[in-house]
């Protein structure tokens, strides 16, 4: 099932399920190297350098649990896309 994210102006596609980093690396969003290299936990989940507000619903992969999220900062690496999401980054930076 497809689903949408609003990034500011932009909408983009994805599938149910998927990551949300890496929809947003395939949608030219944000790089393998945002903000700091490939982040400073090398894509370990710790960072934060991928963190982005959320409003809408998610799987939290560190609990496997389905989550609606009203404007709360995650890591958008832990994140999977359960239903249409808006997000923006923390810093205002795409």
């Not at 947003?24 to 945002?34: A, E, G, K, N, V």
């Amino acid at each position: 099932m497809k689903v949408e994210i609003r990034v500011g102006e932009k909408t983009i596609a994805c599938l149910r399920g998927e990551n949300l980093r890496e929809v947003l690396m395939r949608h030219d969003i944000i790089s393998p190297y945002h903000h700091s290299g490939w982040g400073i936990c090398k894509g370990a989940l710790s960072c934060g350098t991928c963190t982005v507000k959320l409003t809408g619903s998610v799987m939290d992969m560190r609990t496997n649990r389905v989550e609606n999220k009203l404007g709360d900062p995650c890591l958008s690496c832990k994140i999977k896309v359960e239903g249409n999401l808006h997000l923006e980054f923390l810093n205002g930076a795409l």
